[in-house]
């Protein structure tokens, strides 16, 4: 058991986090009727072979568990896409969402923590998941879109919808789980397309300074990216550019919470601060998992995998692989290296991850200097997002002063 698990409700879902895995790295789930890669090496090896491994798993997914019509459409949606079509969309939205683009927001992301803490402090609690963690990223990446950051009621109920489910992944669901399934995820994705289609049009009739604007007029060697792909990749950064960075902020305060001395010695050395950024990403992987389909029969971690399959790679496991990582239970930011798996890795590296890390470096250190401890509250139990795919907070109520 590590310290987290003992000290937290955990849910049983997060099977990295209760312990070492005695099983083997790379396994067939038959009643999911998918593959399950949990080593370190192994995850290494997928991440960096999109030829045998695609990111278009919709391709090994039965029909019937697809929506259909022309409401529906994976067209830009660019975690889904294999080269070389992937390099070439990666350039154009690239083009758009530059590292100078993220490097410019950094006193905003500052301003905006003091006004949410300033807002907090007013109300007189504190609870670290609604006050700071979800409508700092939030805000932040509507107002780089351009889209208004009064309508994020809107964003998280489509994303609760969306990722926060509880139940399994399987390929072999009955036909009233699929049907439920897909109204449930249809619903908020029609919502969310149609709202950002009316903004993207509107950038195109009148241009502004936004993110929305750069990607209606990116151009890489005379192509522009069609509507279709501009609102697919807009769902992109705002599902990802919310959710994740959010767990990020709840997940780091976490483990200062449980691992006093690490935030003393974090308080009083701020050079540390990316360190406990990245070591939180490894302990705490807020992407627990990700898809891939096998294009062609694989061998990996002894196991031959036939093609056609659908591989789930689960980074949270193995960021806590005790072959790459010594005593994986224990938070240790001097970890050095730490090439944890948590933004992924090969031609689908998180694009969002200098955003991620900017904002948890801005909004750490803010706390740090507002509150003289973080800790919990005694009796006011933390909860966790419950989804299997997700490692974050969803509650942690935070002492004040
Ligand atoms: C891709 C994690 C924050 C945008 C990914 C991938 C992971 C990941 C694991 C790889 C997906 C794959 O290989 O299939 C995270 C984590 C974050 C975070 C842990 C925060 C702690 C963000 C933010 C943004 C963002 C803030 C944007 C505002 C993206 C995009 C991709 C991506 C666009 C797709 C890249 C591609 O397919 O080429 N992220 N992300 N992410 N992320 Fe993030």
């Not at 154009?92 to 500052?110: G, Y």
């Not at 697919?232 to 990802?240: E, G, H, K, S, W």
């Not at 960021?319 to 790459?324: G, I, K, L, S, Y």
Request: hydrophobic letters at 40%; proline letters at 7%.
């Amino acid at each position: 058991m590590s310290d987290i698990v003992e000290r937290y409700d955990i849910p049983e879902q997060h099977f990295w986090l209760h312990g070492t895995r005695s099983g083997p790295a790379v396994e067939f789930d038959a009643r999911a009727g998918m593959w399950n890669v949990y080593g370190y090496p192994e995850l290494h090896e997928v991440l960096g072979d999109p030829a045998t491994y695609s990111s278009d798993t919709m391709r090994v997914v039965p029909k019937e568990l697809l929506p259909s019509g022309d409401d529906f459409s994976l067209e830009g949606f660019i975690t889904q896409i294999d080269p070389p079509e992937h390099g070439k969309l990666r350039k154009l939205v690239s083009s758009a969402f530059t590292r100078k683009v993220v490097a410019d927001l950094e006193p905003r992301i500052a301003a905006l923590t003091h006004e949410l803490l300033d807002a907090a402090r007013e109300r007189g609690r504190f609870e670290l998941v609604s006050d700071l963690a979800y409508p700092l990223p939030v805000i932040v990446i509507a107002e780089l879109l351009g889209v208004p950051s009064s309508d994020r009621a809107l964003f998280k109920q489509w994303a609760d919808a969306l990722f926060q489910r509880d139940t399994e992944i399987s390929l072999n669901q009955s036909a009233e789980e699929r049907s439920a399934d897909l109204q449930a995820t249809m619903k908020p994705w029609k919502e969310m397309s149609g709202y950002l289609a009316g903004h993207a049009a509107e950038r195109r009739r009148q241009p502004r300074g936004d993110l929305l604007t750069r990607l209606v007029q990116a151009e890489v060697d005379g192509e522009r990216l069609p509507d279709e792909q501009v609102v697919n990749f807009a769902i992109v950064l705002l599902l990802a550019g919310h959710i994740t960075t959010t767990m990020l902020l709840g997940n780091t305060v976490l483990c200062l919470d449980a691992f006093p001395e690490q935030q003393d010695r974090v308080r009083a050395d701020r050079s540390l601060i990316p360190d406990v950024i990245e070591e939180s990403i490894r302990y705490l992987t807020p992407f627990a998992l990700l898809g891939r389909a096998t294009t062609r029969e694989a061998r990996l971690g002894g196991v031959t995998i036939p093609a056609d399959q659908m591989v789930m790679i689960w980074l949270a496991a193995a960021n806590r692989d005790p072959r790459q990582f010594p005593d994986p239970g224990v938070f240790d930011p001097g970890r050095d290296p730490n090439p944890h798996l948590g933004f992924g890795r090969g031609i689908h590296f998180c694009l969002g991850a200098p955003l991620a890390r900017l904002e948890g470096r801005v909004a750490l250190d803010i706390l740090l200097d507002r509150f003289g401890t973080l800790r919990t509250v005694p009796g006011d139990p933390v909860q966790f997002i419950s989804s299997p795919s997700l490692t974050g907070v969803r509650r942690l109520p935070l002492v004040q002063g």
